[in-house]
């Protein structure tokens, strides 16, 4: 009638029916078994048990009552409960119909795990022992567990990924650390020894040079003491310009004495016949030296050229190693300086070119390589060269060349370098507006136009405009760079070509120059 006839003292007295209790119903639905129950929480205490329980019958096998023990797992659960998981985790033992018998999360004991996880009640149902892991509150967390066949219990432990990722931390973090100082300082002292070794003895050389070229002055002199490649490169310019200055002192001498004697030839004639033709004969001999000297200075730019594209393209080529962070990382001053030595590096090698360029026109060792090719490809190309260039300054740059105007038989790689040449002059000194390639046939020739709306040329300077260094924007606050070369070398190459260059200018309102070649042109050799 649910009245208890015995029964151990309780903490807390408690009513209640134990006719509805599990170990009740267990026992009255197997009445000729002693049964074992699963775990339950216990109503009147604070504790888990297990309840061994056994139907009572009478003579007539009617079910009259139901005699149970308690086990109580307190001693299981509060040794459980005292393990400590390091790095810091939690344990959970939980029965096999998922209530949690034991953990260290208060308030959950007696409690379905599926309550506390769904993901983590769906990974201990796996039945198996791999580690895995779930996700609680946001947070990943690693369950390691054993299950237990007999009983179908499992014991679980939690350990939260980030105290793992803190150890692995704090066991990497003074190594790495180490390396990055370590690379810091190669790269400091990298740097510090580019400067001394490598840019400032081209900084010197390249404003010594520059400032040579813009005086005349044949007795300066480039001072530079290092027995390296750019040494043996001063070394050679100075030796070039003493030739250049003797030979100029002598004809100047000789200049000189014709003067003197000008104003009486005639009384001189024969006086002078003999010291005139031993004149002419000096002035031979200085033609003879000056052609000498010239052979040379073509001589020495060669060499110049290969002595130092090489070590520039080295240097080219080891700063983009540094800039894509090949040899370690590099803080935003140290890109900005490897980024203006690259940048100077390149702009020297470009000067460099075009010296070698101009000496070859003039030695007459320029050679073409004739052959057909598809016009309106080979423009495009030079064109998407210089499309950075107009974007970062923000200048529209369009291209009018019709898809179906055919092919021209000429050096394909000069006529590229021409019209890159052009093109690039034309955003340089555009700082507004758009810049504007087209191209056309008429009458078996190519005419190509570069129009641009920049600074334009003023009237008296379009006389001088191809000749060799010459500038526009000169002085010691020139705003744009360059060496005077590039227009010269056009002309030059066009002539050679067969070809011929002009240009329209309206001062502040930009300019148009325009290229025409010959449909057919083998080229001189």
Known sequence: NGSFVRSHPREIPTRYDPRERPWYVLAKNNP?????????????????????????????????????IDITLANLTDYILNFQIKPAGKIFMVDG????????????????????????????????????????????????????????????VLIPAASIESLIREAVMWPVVSLSLSLLMLSLLTLALLHKFVIDPIGKLTEDIASITSTGNLDGKIDIQSHDEIGMLADSYN???????????????????????????????????????????????????????????????????????????????????????????????????????????????????????????????MNLSPAPFEIRPSIEKVVKLVAPLAEQKKIELLMDVPEDIGTLNTDQRRLEQIVLNLLSNAVKFTENGRVCVTGRMADGTFILSVTDTGIGIKDEDIARLFQPFHQIDTGTTRKYEGTGLGLSICRKL????????????????????????????????
């Open 32 to 68: 000729s078994r002693v049964m074992k129950t699963e775990a339950y929480p216990s109503l009147t205490t604070s504790d888990i048990n297990i309840g061994v329980v056994k139907a009572l019958l009478d003579e007539s096998g009617k079910i009259f009552g139901v005699v149970g």
């Open 239 to 365: 030796r070039m310009i003493r030739a250049l200055g003797e030979t100029q002192n002598s004809l100047k001498e000789a200049e000189k004495d014709l003067t003197a004697h000008r104003d009486h030839l005639e009384e001189l004639v024969r006086q002078r016949t003999r010291e005139l033709l031993a004149t002419l004969d000096d002035l031979a001999a200085a033609k003879n030296r000056a052609e000498s000297a010239d052979r040379i200075k073509s001589a020495f730019l060669a060499s110049m050229s290969h002595e130092l594209r090489t070590p520039l393209n080295s240097i080219i080529g080891f700063t983009g190693i540094m800039l894509q962070g090949l040899a370690g990382p590099l803080n935003p001053e140290q890109k900005k300086q490897m980024t203006m030595v690259q940048n100077s590096s390149r702009h020297l090698l470009s000067l460099i070119n075009d010296v070698l360029d101009i000496s070859k026109i003039e030695a007459g060792q």
């Open 97 to 156: 119909n998922g209530v949690i018998m034991a953990t260290q999360e208060k308030g959950w004991q007696g409690k379905e795990i599926k309550l506390y996880s769904k993901e983590l009640a769906s990974s201990l149902d796996a039945n198996n022992n791999e580690t895995t892991s779930v996700n609680i509150g946001g947070q990943k967390i690693f369950v390691f567990h054993q299950n237990f066949s007999e009983q179908n219990w499992k014991i679980a």
């Open 494 to 525: 066009l002539d050679i070509m067969g070809g011929s260059i002009s240009v329209d200018s309206n001062w502040g309102h930009g300019s148009t120059f325009t290229v025409r070649i010959p449909v057919y042109n083998g080229g001189d050799e």
